[in-house]
């Protein structure tokens, strides 16, 4: 196989395939309102206005916030909030509608530049939040339903639904809804493929949260992925530790968010920088993505291999072979021990593979480990090792081999331990290649205690 020459054409490869099976789904993006005024804005709405055109179902919900609070203020009215809530008096709900209405026209405004057509709609129904703890909230309302059969028409004509921070009663009443609310429920009642959360700054970073060791980050340690139970123990652990710092409690509000969109049955919420070049599509056609996600469905996983899989695994097992670190193998010779294989799907996308082999007299071989370069420490070699050990365990085996002239150090911190050639199965013995010279490490499967177990993740 030739070398690959262009290292993007991985990227492009990655961004087809997601492409071709985004087509047609719904995604919601709720947009913190301090982004309009970066320099990024521009970027943002031009990359969403990429995917209305490419055939994606947009939904925008603008965040406004901070604007509705800057226009109180010049018209003199106070912000007064319970429990985190704007408490919208009778003074203020006009207010709060003009700045909402003239956010969402912006964003009109930045698809037009790009020649995608939006509507400002009143998609949403209302109805008062009440009285809680005794306190009035007045125009403060909460979602009752989105209008998804308008929406829906809208979206099949290739037009953006833009959802302001505003609500209608059936009697026509206007209460001022949290944006977050209108979000969820939209994403839950289209039922959207992604909510993405486009927030101001870079957040869910390693230095900002305690998190639990089996957590998942990149080499800058953004935290790249997280099911709803990791989630949750992250807001556990970082209850009550004393340290109410702004921006901590902004990365366990997004998380919360995250999580209620996740409860209400979105499968993938995104966390990304609005500010960020390109973070929506770096997000949404890469596997390593720009930002944060939480995922509720099957997102990675080992399995075994199918035919259209060989190609994937040749692909990666190439480079390894080149630094002489694997024996080359064809197409055919995978395919004849097809059962013994599994590989390692992120999204769909092989990213690691390894074989278990039968050697007879209880004793069998792990073989063929490769794990792309582009995944590395991502305990994803590790994981299809002790998938493999496992699976020998289940087949009633004693003990597993390994050949190795370069991964020693690896496999002895997993608990492999090195052997003679004597302590082999005849005919592997028989087979062994003197050229190569390959050490040889083994894992007794029925020592109490050993490295491998203690480390599965
Ligand atoms: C070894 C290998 C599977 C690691 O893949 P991976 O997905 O990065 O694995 P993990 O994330 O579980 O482990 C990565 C850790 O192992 C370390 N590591 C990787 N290769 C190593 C080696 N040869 N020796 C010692 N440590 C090694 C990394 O530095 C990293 O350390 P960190 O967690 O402190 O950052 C991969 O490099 C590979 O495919 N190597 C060839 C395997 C091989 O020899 N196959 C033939 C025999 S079957």
Not at 93 to 120: C, Q
Not at 162 to 184: F, H, M, Q, R
Not at 428 to 452: G, H
Request: net charge neutral.
């Amino acid at each position: 196989m030739k070398e690959v020459l262009c290292p993007r054409i991985n990227v492009i490869r990655e961004a087809f395939a997601y492409q071709s099976r985004f087509t047609g789904s719904t995604m919601i993006f709720k947009i913190d309102f301090p982004i309009i005024a970066s320099s990024g804005f521009s970027y943002l709405m031009k990359d969403i206005a990429l995917l209305v055109n490419g055939g994606i179902r947009v939904v925008i919900v603008p965040g406004c916030k901070e604007w509705i609070d800057a226009v109180l203020l010049e018209h003199s009215v106070l912000s007064e909030y319970s429990g985190g809530e704007r408490i919208t008096s009778e003074n203020a709900i006009p207010l709060v509608e003009m700045a909402a209405f003239n956010v969402a026209t912006r964003y009109m405004t930045a698809l037009s530049a790009s020649r995608v057509d939006a509507v400002v709609g009143n998609f949403t129904r209302a109805r008062g939040r009440g009285v809680i703890n005794g306190i009035d909230m007045m125009y403060t309302g909460t979602v009752d339903k989105i209008f998804t059969q308008a929406m829906r028409r809208i979206l099949d004509l290739g037009v953006v639904p833009i959802l302001p921070c505003i609500g209608w009663s059936s009697t026509g009443k206007s209460y001022n809804v949290p944006s977050d609310e209108i979000a969820i429920a939209a994403a839950s009642a289209l039922g959207a493929a992604k909510l993405f959360i486009v927030t101001g700054g870079d957040y869910l970073k390693k230095e900002q949260l305690a998190t639990p060791a089996h957590t998942r980050y990149t080499d800058e340690g953004r935290i790249l992925r997280l099911n709803p139970r990791e989630a949750e123990e992250i807001l556990f652990l970082n209850k009550n530790d004393g340290e109410t710092g702004k921006e901590k409690e902004k990365c366990l509000g997004m998380l919360r968010f995250a999580l209620s969109a996740s409860a209400s049955g979105v499968e993938r919420v995104h966390i990304i920088n609005g500010c960020e070049e390109g973070a929506v599509l770096n997000e949404l056609f890469t596997n390593l993505g720009s930002g944060t996600m939480l995922y509720a469905d099957e997102y990675e996983a080992i399995r075994g291999i199918h035919n259209s899989d060989i190609p994937d695994i040749l692909h990666i097992m190439e480079p390894l072979i080149r630094q002489d670190i694997l024996i080359r193998r064809s197409a055919e010779d995978v395919q004849k021990k097809k059962d013994d294989y599994v590989v390692y799907v992120v999204d769909g996308s092989v990213h690691a593979c390894g074989a278990l082999h039968d050697l007879g007299d209880g004793q069998a071989e792990l073989a063929a480990l490769a794990s792309d370069k582009a995944y590395s420490s991502m305990n994803i070699g590790r994981r299809i090792v002790h998938y493999l050990i496992e699976k020998a365990r289940n087949l009633g085996m004693k003990r597993v081999l390994v050949f190795t002239t370069k991964t020693q150090d690896w496999f002895e911190l997993l608990g492999f331990r090195e052997t003679s050639i004597d302590t082999l199965p005849r005919q592997r013995r028989e087979n062994y290649n003197y050229k190569r010279m390959s050490k040889i490490f083994a894992l007794e499967l029925n020592a109490p205690q050993n490295a491998a177990h203690g480390s599965t993740r």
